[in-house]
């Protein structure tokens, strides 16, 4: 099977509901941060607790989904997946307890959570580009949003977890 089409060879490439667009173009950049989002929590996951490592998991295949439907496909991003978000956000703050107001990280997991937080935030970043030339919803602006946060609250989570207790359940 092969997997190279050549049809970006000169440049230009598509998705789902654009045809032929610059390969520099702002959709294919958020696409591109979100890709990597995609492989740092994937490395992020190993470096967790059994309960965090999941909700990584989830994360994964939620950022697999976001970048389905700015490319075009079914739409994921909605307002009672942000409402579920922001639930399970405060339900880890409140459980993470007080934590380095710096941002430090001490574990291993909070470390790399960090990364994939600089990485959605970067993201976000290149959503507010590509949202000027269509095909962003604002449910989308605000589940990615929402989703730097989490990563926030994970890490967080994770400095207080260590090796040990899972974290409580996510409902997004």
């Keep these: 099977m092969r997997i190279y089409t050549r049809t970006g060879d000169t440049g230009f490439s598509?998705?789902?509901?654009?045809?032929?667009?610059p390969k520099n173009s702002p959709v294919f950049s958020l696409l591109g941060a979100l890709e990597e989002l995609d492989a740092s929590l994937?490395?992020?996951a190993g470096k967790l607790p059994a309960g965090l490592s999941e909700v990584a998991g989830t994360l994964r295949r939620d950022v697999a989904a976001l970048s389905a439907e700015l490319s075009g496909?079914?739409?994921?991003?909605?307002?009672?997946?942000?409402?579920?978000m922001e639930e399970s956000i405060d339900l880890m703050m409140e459980s993470a307890g007080a934590g380095a107001?710096?941002?430090?990280?001490?574990?291993?997991?909070?470390?790399?959570?960090?990364?994939?937080?600089?990485?959605?935030?970067?993201?976000?970043r290149e959503m507010a580009s590509a949202k000027q030339t269509g095909g962003v919803t604002p449910d989308a602006m605000r589940y990615l949003n929402r989703l730097s946060d989490l990563l926030y609250a994970m890490a967080r989570m994770a400095d207080a977890q260590g090796p040990g207790p899972a974290a409580p359940p996510a409902d997004f």
């Design 73 to 84: 496909g079914e739409k994921f991003a909605d307002a009672a997946r942000v409402r579920g």
């Design 14 to 21: 598509s998705t789902g509901n654009r045809r032929m667009i």
């Design 42 to 44: 994937g490395e992020a």
């Design 101 to 124: 107001p710096d941002g430090s990280r001490e574990s291993a997991g909070a470390a790399a959570l960090g990364v994939s937080r600089a990485i959605a935030r970067r993201a976000e």
